[in-house]
């Protein structure tokens, strides 16, 4: 399997209520639930109105469209990072799932999935 590592730098924000401009940009995840609501977006965008914010994330996206008839995509990669110490926060979208890991985590994220036979692009 095939992981991308962006180059964006991201937050992951708490925010009261959401906005239009929470949606704008080129990469931006929201989510709304009875309980809260969350933004993941570049740092550059963490909207001044956000609640908490916890910067310095970095995406792995696995590559290609998934199916939603696949399964045991995610449960691998999560054991892998959970034996090696790497807290996780991941978002999936209608195509894909991002794995989202702390920057400073980021190259000992690569080696354990490379070592693990997955090729990170």
Known sequence: MKLK????????CKLSEPHVEDLMGKM??????DEEVSLVCPTERVPEWAMTREDGWRALRIEG?????????????????????????????????????????????????????????
Do not use: H, M, W
Not at 5 to 12: A, K, M, N, Y
């Open 65 to 121: 469209v998934l199916d939603f008839s696949l399964i045991g995509i995610l449960a691998p990669i999560a054991k892998l990072f959970a034996d090696a110490k790497i807290g996780i926060f991941v978002v999936s979208t209608y195509n894909t799932d991002y794995v989202f890991v702390r920057e400073v985590q980021l190259a000992q994220a690569k080696e354990v999935l490379a070592g693990a036979g997955y090729t990170i692009a």
């Open 28 to 33: 931006v995840f929201l989510a709304k639930t």
């Open 5 to 12: 590592c962006l180059e964006e730098r991201f937050s992951i």
